[in-house]
Structure formats: structure tokens, C-alpha cells
């Protein structure tokens, strides 16, 4: 089963939405997502381990602070900026989070706003 990835807009009137997980190109593809290139920020929600991927060079770009992501990212990150996206990882790949652990996290996200 591919899965789905969470996307959370920047922008706050956009809804978070699911995405089937079944690309070819998985870096392409979360590059497109967020903008540039990926920085890989880990995350624990109610015990499911996920990544948080935001663009690495959000702040030089410009980009809006993702309030939404930013209260599921780990204390030591001071900005979390742009459109991200929550996955899972399996090894050192990426791969998609199970319907569930999706709406789960998502309800998670909304409910720490």
C-alpha cells in the first residue's frame, strides 16, 4: 500500500488536504510540494513517528511562516516556513503514512491551533 501525505498549506484559509503516496520521482515530487529543496524535520504525533519536510531555504525565499506545521515541529525550530508535508519513513525512504495515522495527524494539528 502506497499511503498518503499530508500537505499543510502556508497559507491558513487553505485546507490541510491527504494525497495518495505512489510517485515515481518521491524527492522530485516533495521538492514541487514545498517549493525547493527538502529539509527533513522528524516529529512525533500521539506516538506516531513521522517527517515534516518544509523548504530548505524558506527564509531566504521569503516565504510565510507555516503556523500550522510549526506546532507539530520539535521545540529547537524557530521558524517553519512554506507549504509542507507530513510522510512516513521506512529505512532511509520516504513512504506514505496509512489513512489513519493521515487523519489522526491532521486532527492533531488542528486541535493545537
Excluded: K
Aim: aromatic share 6%; charged share 25%; glycine share 8%.
Amino acid at each position: 500500500m502506497a499511503g498518503f501525505a499530508l500537505i499543510i498549506p502556508a497559507d491558513g484559509d487553505r485546507p490541510i488536504r491527504m494525497e495518495p503516496f505512489n510517485h515515481d520521482d518521491t524527492l522530485h515530487w516533495l521538492q514541487g510540494l514545498v517549493d525547493g529543496s527538502i529539509e527533513t524535520v522528524p516529529c512525533d504525533f500521539a506516538r506516531q513517528i513521522a517527517l515534516l519536510i518544509c523548504n530548505e531555504d524558506g527564509r531566504n525565499q521569503g516565504l510565510p511562516m507555516n503556523v500550522r506545521a510549526y506546532v507539530a515541529a520539535p521545540i529547537e525550530y524557530d521558524l517553519i516556513l512554506g507549504d509542507c508535508v507530513i510522510v512516513s519513513r521506512r529505512g532511509e525512504r520516504f513512504t506514505g503514512l496509512t489513512r489513519d495515522n493521515a487523519i489522526l495527524i491532521s486532527d492533531s494539528v488542528g486541535a493545537r491551533m
